[in-house]
């Protein structure tokens, strides 16, 4: 029996710990032959030593990502836990940023494929809440969704919610023929066309039905607490101030969440205004949030959209 005691001097504890002890549960549930008690800022770990010294080269290097970075995620915590190559941390989110984030039907991989999309990754590995900002095409939505499709495939999440507001609609959807899913499709289409290249059509229409992966209306989300769950809201350059705040405020403490937009495509009426510039502006330096701004040479589609970009961005009324 060998008995190891760490201190935590370095760090704060909380963000070690995790809420509610979250955190050492999770290193708990990865050393289940080790007795692990935690006082103020020391660790005591005890149990056979191979056990002990595996525990301790993880528990350093999360303590060196937190001296680093100050905060960390529970989903990276328990990647950090479940990285059986040996290669740290200090490559732990980069290692390899063409990896295959998503293996599709029919063969088709997805991955990053552009810098900002790539850094979009790596965000998403260190942040709970992250805002994807750039024009049409440049792969923030796609990525998003992958990302979400990662996460569930990994069991890292119960499921995944798609919202998006129905500004055509204004957001008054009653009148429309059909179901609640049937009344929001069409402005979820794009969410959708990722899914379909990236879970078989099947399995899709099986999450689908049990509402694993789920349509949220933007407008139909007030009252909710989003737990265990990878939460995209795409277009949010057309959600309101308080429609932002109400999004944000719905995700639960085992929660992800990608806010896309393009400030340049605003289609609310002319007397709102979009609460994606502010939500940005404020909340930028919080911990845990992550900020990208995607541009013209992240775009994937049609090679003349660049030049569509940079045309319109040159010539703003």
């Given at each position: 029996m060998t008995e190891s005691i760490i201190n935590l001097d370095s760090i704060n504890p909380i963000e070690f710990f995790g809420v509610n002890n979250g955190k050492l549960d999770l290193l708990k549930k990865k050393f289940p032959l080790l007795k692990i008690l935690s006082?103020?800022?020391?660790?005591?770990?005890?149990?056979?030593?191979?056990?002990?010294?595996?525990?301790?080269?993880?528990?350093?290097?999360?303590?060196?990502?937190?001296?680093?970075?100050?905060?960390?995620?529970e989903n990276y915590f328990e990647q950090i836990l479940g990285d059986e190559e040996g290669t740290g941390i200090d490559n732990f989110s980069d290692r390899n940023p063409n990896e295959v984030l998503v293996f599709g039907p029919n063969?088709?991989?997805?991955?990053a494929r552009t810098a900002n999309q790539k850094k979009m990754v790596s965000?998403?590995?260190?942040?709970?809440?992250?805002?994807?900002?750039?024009?049409?095409?440049?792969?923030?939505?796609?990525?998003?969704?992958?990302?979400?499709?990662?996460?569930?495939k990994n069991k890292a999440i119960k499921k995944i919610i798609l919202t998006r507001p129905a500004v055509e609609a204004g957001e008054s959807l009653g009148f429309l023929p059909g179901d609640l899913k049937e009344k929001?499709?069409?402005?979820?289409?794009?969410?959708?066309?990722?899914?379909?290249?990236?879970?078989?059509?099947?399995?899709?229409?099986?999450?689908?039905?049990?509402?694993?992966?789920?349509?949220?209306?933007?407008?139909?989300?007030?009252?909710?607490?989003?737990d265990n769950s990878f939460i995209i809201l795409d277009e949010a350059q057309n959600?309101?101030?308080l429609q932002i705040k109400m999004f944000l405020t719905r995700i639960g403490a085992s929660a992800k969440a990608i806010i896309t937009g393009d400030l340049t495509q605003i289609d609310l009426p002319k007397n709102q205004k979009s609460g994606l510039e502010k939500a940005t502006r404020i909340l930028r330096n919080i911990e845990g949030i992550g900020y990208l701004e995607l541009d013209e040479e992240d775009v994937v589609r049609h090679r003349l959209?660049?030049?569509?970009?940079?045309?319109?961005?040159?010539?703003?009324?």
């Open positions: 006082r103020g800022t020391q660790l005591k770990l005890s149990g056979s030593p191979e056990e002990v010294a595996t525990a301790e080269e993880k528990i350093g290097q999360i303590v060196k990502y937190l001296e680093r970075n100050g905060n960390l995620t063969g088709r991989t997805v991955r965000l998403e590995a260190k942040n709970d809440i992250i805002f994807a900002i750039g024009p049409a095409g440049t792969g923030k939505t796609y990525t998003a969704v992958a990302l979400a499709v990662r996460a569930l929001i499709d069409p402005y979820l289409r794009p969410l959708y066309d990722a899914l379909d290249d990236m879970i078989p059509a099947e399995k899709l229409s099986y999450y689908m039905a049990n509402r694993i992966i789920e349509i949220a209306p933007l407008a139909y989300m007030r009252g909710r607490t989003l959600a309101t101030d959209v660049k030049a569509i970009i940079r045309a319109y961005d040159a010539n703003k009324d």
